[in-house]
Every structure is written in C-alpha cells, then in structure tokens.
C-alpha cells in the first residue's frame, strides 16, 4: 500500500528516548524495541516506518502485527482489534492523546451503523499517522475505560519531521473489482529556525470491487414454530395449566382432514378447531411427504396425559374431562431449518480522504505549544443483489380463506377484505405520522385485487388465488427432509410450492471525523513540570438504506417440473441451492402488489467528545517523581432512525407505473472466488435501484402520484419500534490520578523501576429515550470507581528485563442498552388476565465491567534489534452486563413515568370513533393492576476470566551467507496463546435462569503473526502472515422476549463464530533514485475466504465469502 516515509524518530516526546534517523525496516524494528524496553508499563509500538511500509489497507491491519492483536474484517479489510481476547468495546483508542471513537456504517439496509465504543479503523488511511502504541497494562496516569488496551495514534509533528516533502502514488489493482483504484498521500513538514513549525498531511484512496457469498441469518426464523397458523399462548395461562396443541410449520401430511373440529382428536385436522370448507385452501395447506414432515415438523408440544380440562374453557382447567390430545405443556418444534439461504453479490466503492496539520511553536526553553488537527471523511456506497426462498420465513394464512366463495357477489368479494394490507390515516401529532395511504398512480391493494372495476383483478376467484400466493410457509410442500446425526437441524430440504425473492438492498454512507487539540507543557524548574491540554472531537455519520425487490411466486413441480432443493449432506463451504427455475429470466419474476417490498431508512449517528486535562510531576529526588492530575472529559453520543411511515408492503407494482420486469431489472453475475457446488446459479435477475427511484421516488421523502414516501423516526403506521432506535446519551467523567515513578533503585544487585499510583474516576450519565408511540423518557445514573495499579521492571544485567504489573480497570457498557427506551411490547388484551406482558427495554443503570489484572514477563535483548520475550496475563471479570430475560410486576421494570406514559396510550384509544376499543381497555386495566411482564433487558450479571500468555520473537538474521543476501535478512515473530471463559446466560425462562460457560467474543484460543522481511541497500521485500483460530463472534444468536419453542419472539441463546482465518500479504520496494522508490505490495495472496458458522451443537454456515487478491503498485518521491 501507499505510504509516508517519516524517517524520524516518532517518540521523540517519550522522555527518555533519543532522536534519532531512521531508515528501512529493520531500524524502525529496532526502534520500536528501545521503546517497549525503555518504558515502565507493558506497550508494543510500530514507528512510521513500520506503518509505512507493512503491507497494510489501515491501521488496524498495521496493528495486527503486534503480539496480541487480532482483526475482524468487513468487505474484505480489517475494521476492529482485539487486544488479548478482548474486543473493540474493552479498547480505548487515543488520537494525539485524545480519546476518540469514530463510527463506521453498514453494508446493508437493515442495519445500523456502529452504535457501540468500538473503534471503526477502517474510516482512516495508516498513512496518517506517525506512529501506533498499544499499552496493555494500565497505569494510574493512564486514560480509563479499558480492559483489553489503550491503543494510542499520533499523527506526524513538525519539529519531528524537520524539512521534508513526500508524495506517494499508486493504483490498486482487485482480483474482483474494477482496474482503476488511486491511491494517493503526501507529506509536508517545514520549520521556521527552532521557534516555529509546521506539517500538513493527507490521504486519497478509493476502493472500487465487489464481493460474491452465501449466506443466512441465524435467529428466530430458523424454527418453525414461530408464526404458527393459531400460536399457542403458553404464557398467558395460569401455572401448571395446558394449552391447545397447534399446527406450524410446512404444509400438512398428504392426506390431513380439511376438517380439524370432528371427533376429540383434533390434530388430526389441518387447523386445529377449523373446518377448512374452502377446498383449494385446504388443499393448499397439505400435501407434505408424511416422514420428511416427521423429520423437521411437528405440531405444537407432545401429547401430555392429564385429566379435568375442557377445550372450549381457553385451555384452562375445568371440571370435565376430554381427550388427553387436545393440550400440551410442551414447546414448539426446535429443529433448526435454512429460513433464509441467499446467494450475495455485493457492489463496493470506498473513497476516503484524510488531512492532518499541525503546529509547533516554542515560546522559550521551557515552553513548547502544540496544536494537532486532523480531518477524515469516508463514503461507502454497498449494493447487495440477492436471490433466496423467502416463504420460508412466513407465514401469511388467512381465516378469511377457510371459508372463501368464488362468488362475484358484492358482498362476499367484499368479506375478502380483510386478506389483504391496509392503511389507516390516524391523526398526526408530535409522537405519531400522519400518512397519506394512496396516490393517483396506486391503487389500495384491497381495491386492486377486489374491484373488477380497475380491471387488475376480475372477481373474487382472482382475489382468493392472490392471497393464497401469499401463505408462505405452510403452503410449501416437504417432498424430502432429513436432519444430521443429532436430530438439530435440517441438513437437506426438497420443496414444491415455495415464494422466492430477488433484492437490490443498498446503504451508502458518509462518515466525518473532526479533532482539534492544543496542548502546553511547561518546565517551571528543573524539578518541577506541568502540561495542559483541550481537545474537541466530533465524529459523524449519516447512512441511507434502500431496499427494493421483485417475486416470483409459489414456484411448484407442476409449473417447472422440478424442485426447490437445498442439500447440506456434501459438506464444503456452502450448501448446494437449486432453485427449480431459471432466475436468470426476468419473465420469472415481477413486482407482486400487497408483498413486495420498497424500503427507505436512515440513521444518523453523532458523537462528540471535549476533553481538558492538567497533570504536573516534581522530581522528589534523583530517582522519585511524584506525577499528579485531572482530566474533565465529556461524551456525548445521539443517534436517530427514520423509516416509511407506510408499510413497506403498500406500494405501486409494475402494472400501475406501465414498465416491464426487464426495464427495472438487471442481470447479475454470481461466483467470483467461490467453490460453487453444482447446480448453484451463475446469474440471476434482480432489481435496478436507479430504475426504481426513477420511476417510483421512493427515496423523495415526499408525497408523489405513487404514494406517500415520507420518513418518520417516532410512532407510525409501519412499525411501532422505531422510536427506540432514537436516543442519546451523555457521559461525563471525571478523573483524578496521583501516580509515583521510581528509576533505577538499587536491588539484590540489579535494578527496579516502575510506577505505583490511584485513579478515581465518577461517572454521570444522562439519557434520553422513548416510549413505543414517540413519548419521550429520560433518566440519569451515576457511579464511581477507584481504580489503582502497579508497574515494575527488575532488570537483571544489561541484556534482560522481568516486569510484573496489576491494577484494577473498568470498561464501560454499550451504549445501546442504556438509553430508557422500550423497544418492544406486548399486553395482554383479554379481560381479566394477570399474565403474559413482554418488553424489552434498555437501562440506564447499567454499571461497567470491573476487573482485576495480572501480568507477569521475561525480556531478553540478546543482540542489537533482537528480542525473545515472553508475558503471561490474566484479567478476572466482574458485572458483566448481558442481556437476559427475567420475570416481575410491571413496575419492577418500568418507572413511574414509563408505566403512566403507556396507561395513557392504551386509555386515550380506549374509544376510537366512538367506538369502545375492548382489547385497549383491557390492556389499561392490565397495566394498572401492575400484571407480571417477562423483560429482556441487560442486566450486570456473570463474570470471566481471560488468561494468556504471549511469546514474541525479534531478530536480525546476521548469520545469514552472503550469497543469500547477508545482514539485510530478519525476521519478527509473535504468538498468543488465550484461554477464555465467561459466565452467560444460556437458558432463560420466567421461572428459572441457567448459566453456562462460554469463550468471550472475539477471543481467539490461538493467534500468530511473523514478518521475514530483507533489507538491503536498494530494495527491499517481506512477506507476513497473520493468523487467528475460531472466535466466537454473537452472543445471542438473537434477542427475544420468549422462551424457545413458545412464543414468536424467542431469545435464541446460541453462539456464532468465525472460522480459522490466515492472511498472507506480500511487500516490495525498490530505490530508483535517492528521491525516488518503487513499491509493490500484494495482500491477500491465498484468497482468504470469510467464513462464519452459527448453533454450536449443530454448526449451520452463514457466511462464505470472498473478496480476492489485492496488488498496488506505484512510486514514492522524497524531498
């Protein structure tokens, strides 16, 4: 990659450290070693030359190459580290001395941009900066808020960079991508005499590829209980009392009576307590091979021999007596199926741009002021074309249908209504959208498929045929099934009847990152030192997602003559997908009125910190200094989500705009670097985002002829959660540190330094949320936290080093769970019920993680550059926050203002149109009669430990013949060896909450990175590898307010990982001239695919991806 040769001596601040000129590769190793040997606390550094030079895309790859590091990649680049185990949450980053977070976005619609503490390095070029530190045991003098590091970056200062100008220019070349990428950077330093001085810096790139995989999410769709055609209600029923046994799931058995209400053994019946007197529906319903249903399927719970129930008393226990198959204690089926398997291609283009400047000017000899700034902006634009099953995953039954006519009678076309979406236009207020349902250009989609005077649709016959394309999964057919060895999950599915899905899913983003720092030191004696500082960051980030998508519909044998088939048996990366008919021809596919989708979102991500600092030492004696300070820093955090206020599914088709599938779709190449199993396609048709918004406006925010497009971010017709996707938070913390540092003390014949010192630190906090209909909630909290730590380095002789550290550390929670919003609920709606609430919702309570830290380790400097070095740690975890479900009254969950915010709601819609609303009254009176409610919130909960030990090995190969090329050869080597255990909640109900150990995510048990490198007279070349095994990488699978198996909101409370990964890049350089280097730099060399897999005792791929080779080749000019 480009880079800035700084050949300088980057820590020339580091008191203690010489300045001094360096060049080439193997004096920044050396380097680099006098600082991690020089310094009392525990730090590993790459110099400039380092940053330069390693064949590196960003900063994070660059610091992958320090020991204990690991990166996790997005679109085929690093963007977050792992320090010792531990992820971009527990690691503080610093800029100039600054903490800082810069937040990047999302490559799909549907996600939010990063909304955590972790530290997005894909936003900045390494060319940037002069220098990388990573500090791995703390210190009272340094920044809290870390478990895992405090990782510091500098950008270049004048009087270190003395006179210079570099520029650097290079094209990037992807093995999938387009063949023109420029790279560009530049350097700028000039002193005045010794009084003043000045550098300015920046850094051009842009990344134009794509990336081609399968993948699938795991979660809650995976189980095919949820959604069932009458869902059970377990939850609402008093203690130890049944509900009835319910279908889900696929069609029925072939076979199955249209007729579930004769006799006492219901279920031999489709629906359960239903008699389906439309034939075709019934059909429709059925027709599944008896074992394959068998194999995945089941009804709702195993039959349970009880006495005293009765089937029309709601399930509840009553004096008669009826067949012991008519109710069930037991959960839904939990088989594991493919719900939504999908073929990826994504589009990428990165552009990024990055400026720095400083200025230095000292006052007199004692006096020094410094100003830094430094500016980034990056866009990323990501299109995924995507082609999956999406029937799967739904289930849109009717009860309408099971005693549809095909009458062209008024009336009983009309009674079909109730099929089909529909839009209200409630009265809009500060917290709730007014909507606008339809336009000149769209019909009503009960209109559309109802009215033969629009000419659509015909009759009655033409509306039941279109909401029985809709049904989803349990009109699709299980010709065969089988499960693996455990019985878990579905290895293999043969399907007839199933829904498909072809999406354009777009997110383009732009993140903007501003820091400014003035900072003064000041020599009033020769013992006695102060410095100050002011800082300003700001960082923004402003992402847009477009979704839209065509259908084609109830595919079946009878149509193509052959079958959906899905089949995992052959092992591999991926399964095979074969679809039963050409997706490849757009004739296939078409925009379905009342299912497809067009979606519009955007989220808004902003956060700032300001930061003023003092600290002062005095030198006690030659050999003590006692170092004393307050830091006031304060962070602010606020993000916003707006999306359609109309359901996303109310929107114009193909016929009303009078466009062809081929005008609004494209072909899509599919496979790039993938091992493709046979029968996968090669291209399919998906839609033109640009043809879309041409034709629709869908993103105008705005009203046009083919609807109502506008954005909301509160309460409204499309989803009652966006409101608690708005919120903010700020924190302000205080710190207070008095720290001594002791040199060269005198011990059993050697030598010990080392530091020993207190942080106290309070934190307050204030939040801002909302309620579910836009209400808005605040809260406020408060901790604090007294946080010592020792530093000590014995040095035995010249040449070895034994250090040991402790100290006591906090890492603060994620922002998203402390904000008072409530995301999710549900009351119950049925007189006189006592049980069955849900919510989820944040706390701002929460406290941080607090830990306890150990390090002990062994340095031998047993020649110039060279290093064997080996460090064991240990940090022992306490109130780790996690989300859990638990049980209590209403008020043990939600405050005072919460409860009477919610009562207001359900009580101010008690009457609508004055008409009594019966399930808001009874939701009223559910509320405040303080009814028990099931919460998912997280909570401080278990700890862990984290235990490890890190061997590092540094040396120029001296012994190296001649006629191999001599001294220029080394190497530079580094292995870390984790072992890792938290306490998470790994099965909640409301009575009961089971804990199991788990690896901490992102924890690798083995990672090593190892550079051999030649540097000689006139070029120069390394090549590196960076490996990591497994790592757990979600926890849950998926958030939920229910128990598995009863409830359509399940917490999924599995694990995902990524599989062993090993990068190998490559990096040339070549002096034309005193002025002039070649470079090449080759990353990627293998085609490391992206794998990640889901469901720990029964492992699923969701992921398989490749993004290919990298080469950048160019010229770097020195002045």
Same mark, same amino acid.
């Given at each position: 990659?480009?880079?800035? /040769? ?30 991690? #040997? ?27 190459? /320090? ?44 996600? !939010? ?11 900045? %070029? ?55 990428? =420029? ?44 959604? %069932? ?49 439309? *034939? ?59 719900? /939504? ?54 289930? $849109? ?24 979406? @529909? ?43 279109? %909401? ?32 498909? #899905?072809?999406?354009?899913?777009? !997110? ?131 993000? !916003?989500?707006? *999306? ?37 396609? @090669? ?132 922002? *998203? ?6 995301? !999710? ?128 090995? *540094? ?43 788990? =690896?901490? $995510? ?65 990096? %040339? ?39 290919? #080779? ?10």
């Amino acid at each position: 990659m480009s880079a800035l /040769l700084i050949g300088s001596a980057a820590f020339a601040q580091e008191e203690g450290i010489e300045t001094v000129t360096v060049t080439g590769y193997r004096a920044s190793l050396e380097k680099s070693l006098d600082l991690k #040997r020089s310094t009392n606390e525990m730090i590993d550094a790459i110099s400039a030359e380092d940053v330069g030079k390693f064949p590196d895309s960003n900063l994070a790859e660059s610091l992958q190459r /320090l020991p204990g590091v690991a990166v996790d990649r997005d679109n085929g680049e690093g963007r977050s580290i792992t320090v010792r185990g531990l992820g971009s949450n527990f690691t503080r980053v610093t800029l100039n001395g600054l903490q800082a977070l810069s937040t990047a976005g999302a490559s799909d619609s549907g996600t !939010a941009p990063n909304r955590d503490r972790g530290f997005d390095f894909n936003t900045f %070029a390494s060319e940037l900066f002069s220098s990388l530190k990573v500090q791995k045991s703390a210190s009272a003098a340094t920044e809290d808020g870390s478990l895992g590091a405090t990782v510091s970056l500098e950008t270049p200062h004048a009087f270190d960079m003395g006179d210079k100008a570099i520029l650097s220019m290079q094209n990037a070349w992807y093995e999938n991508g387009k063949p023109f990428n =420029p790279r560009f950077a530049g350097l700028v330093s000039h002193n005045f005499g010794e009084k003043f001085g000045v550098v300015l810096s920046g850094a051009y790139t842009i990344k134009n590829t794509f990336i081609d995989s399968y993948g699938r999410n795991p979660g809650q769709s995976d189980f095919t209980y949820r959604q %069932a055609t009458f869902t059970p209600d377990y939850k609402s029923l008093p203690a130890g009392s049944y509900s009835i046994r319910q279908r889900s799931g696929f069609a029925a058995p072939t076979g199955t009576s249209c007729n579930g209400v004769s006799g006492n053994k219901i279920l031999n019946g489709i629906i359960p307590g239903n008699n389906i007197s439309y *034939q075709p529906y019934c059909d429709l319903l059925r027709g599944s091979d008896s074992a394959a249903y068998n194999a995945v399927e089941s009804t709702i719970g195993t039959p349970v021999t009880v006495t005293a129930k009765n089937s029309t008393s709601g399930g509840k226990v009553s004096t008669s007596t009826s067949s012991a198959f008519d109710y069930t204690q037991a959960g839904g089926s939990q088989v594991i199926i493919p719900s /939504l398997p999908t073929l990826n291609h994504q589009q990428l283009y990165v552009q990024r741009i990055g400026l720095t400047g400083g200025a230095q000017y000292q006052v007199d000899d004692n006096t020094l002021v410094s100003f830094d700034a430094l500016y980034s902006t990056s866009y990323q634009n990501s299109i995924n074309y995507q082609v999956s099953p999406i029937g799967l995953n739904r289930n $849109n039954t009717k009860k309408e249908l099971i005693t549809a006519k095909t009458s062209t009678n008024a009336a009983d076309i009309a009674a079909l209504g109730g099929m089909f979406t @529909t839009c209200s236009v409630p009265t809009g207020t500060a917290d709730q959208a007014q909507v606008s349902c339809y336009g000149p250009k769209q019909l009503a989609p009960i209109d559309y498929y109802t009215n033969p005077a629009y000419g659509f649709r015909a009759n009655g016959a033409d509306a039941i045929a279109a %909401a029985m394309s809709f049904v989803g999964r349990p009109s699709t057919k299980l010709i065969s099934a089988s499960t693996g060895s455990n019985g878990l999950a579905a290895n293999k599915l043969v399907l007839d009847n199933v829904d498909f #899905r072809s999406g354009a899913d777009q !997110a383009y983003y732009t993140v903007e990152f501003t820091q400014m720092s003035l900072n003064a030191t000041h020599k009033f004696s020769s013992r006695l030192r102060a410095d100050a500082t002011l800082g300003w960051s700001h960082s923004r980030n402003h992402q847009t997602g477009l979704l839209a998508e065509v259908n084609h519909m109830d595919n079946s044998y009878a149509q193509s003559g052959q079958y959906f088939t899905w089949d995992d048996t052959q092992g591999g990366d991926m399964p095979t997908m074969q679809f039963g008919f050409d997706v490849a021809n757009p004739a296939n596919w078409t925009m379905v009125k009342n299912y497809s989708a067009l979606r519009h979102m955007e989220y808004y991500t902003d956060n700032k910190y300001r930061t003023a600092s003092i600290n002062g030492e005095y030198d006690i004696t030659d050999w003590m200094t006692l170092r004393a300070g307050f830091q006031s820093r304060i962070f602010d955090f606020n993000t !916003a989500y707006y *999306q359609r206020a109309m359901k996303d599914v109310i929107n114009p088709n193909f016929q009303e705009a009078g466009v062809t599938t081929a005008q609004m779709t494209q072909s899509i190449e599919f496979g790039s670097g993938l091992s493709l199993p046979t029968g996968t396609p @090669t291209s399919f048709i998906a839609p033109n985002l640009t043809a879309f918004r041409n034709t629709f406006g869908f993103d105008c925010n705005c009203i046009n002829d083919y609807g109502d497009w506008r954005i909301w971010n509160k309460f409204n017709a499309a989803s009652t959660g966006t409101a608690g996707q708005t919120y903010n938070v700020s924190e302000h913390v205080k710190a207070y540190y008095m720290q001594g540092d002791f040199q060269e003390i005198p011990l059993f014949g050697n030598t010990l330094r080392g530091n020993l010192g207190a942080r106290f630190v309070t934190t307050e906090i204030k939040s801002l949320g909302h309620a579910l209909q836009g209400q808005p909630l605040s809260a406020n909290s408060s901790y604090n936290d007294f946080l010592p730590s020792v530093n000590l380095a014995y040095s035995l002789g010249d040449d070895m080093v034994i250090r040991a550290a402790a100290s006591k550390v906090i890492a603060r929670p994620s922002l *998203q769970y402390m904000a008072p919003s409530i995301t !999710a609920m549900t009351i119950p709606t049925s007189t006189g019920a006592t049980t069955g609430a849900t919510v989820s919702i944040g706390n701002p309570n929460l406290k941080p993680y607090r830990a306890k830290t150990a390090d002990l380790g062994w340095e031998w400097y047993f020649g110039k550059g060279a290093m064997i070095a080996v460090t064991g740690f240990a940090k022992w975890v306490s109130a780790a926050p996690q989300v859990v479900v638990s049980s209590g009254a209403i008020s043990d969950f939600l405050t005072p203002d919460q409860i009477a915010l919610v009562q207001q709601y359900y009580t101010d819609n008690s009457v609508v149109g004055g008409v009594t609303q019966a399930n808001n009254v009874a939701a009223a009176a559910y509320i405040a009669g303080n009814g028990q409610m099931a919460a998912t919130q997280a909570r401080n909960g278990g700890g862990g430990v984290l235990e490890g030990l890190e061997i590092t090995y *540094q040396q120029p190969l001296d012994f190296v013949p001649a006629v191999f090329g001599g001294k220029g050869f080394g190497v530079n080597a580094n292995y870390t060896k984790l072992y890792s255990k938290m306490h998470y909640v790994v099965n909640a109900t409301q009575t009961a909450t089971l804990y199991g150990d788990a =690896p901490w $995510n992102g924890a690798s048990p083995d990672a090593w990175n190892a550079t051999l490198y030649y540097d000689g007279p006139n070029w120069s070349a390394r090549i590196s590898g960076a490996f990591r095994s497994k790592y757990l990488t979600t926890y849950p699978v998926a958030g939920g307010s229910d128990q598995l198996g009863y409830g359509d909101s399940p917490l999924v409370q599995d694990f995902g990982y990524s599989k062993n990964t090993l990068n190998v890049d490559f990096s %040339a350089n070549y002096d034309i001239s005193e002025n002039m280097d070649m470079t090449l730099d080759a990353l990627n060399l293998t085609n490391q695919a992206d794998r990640r897999w889901a469901y720990q005792n029964s492992p699923q791929t969701t992921k398989y991806a490749s993004s290919g #080779r990298q080469v950048f080749l160019g010229f770097r000019l020195k002045y």
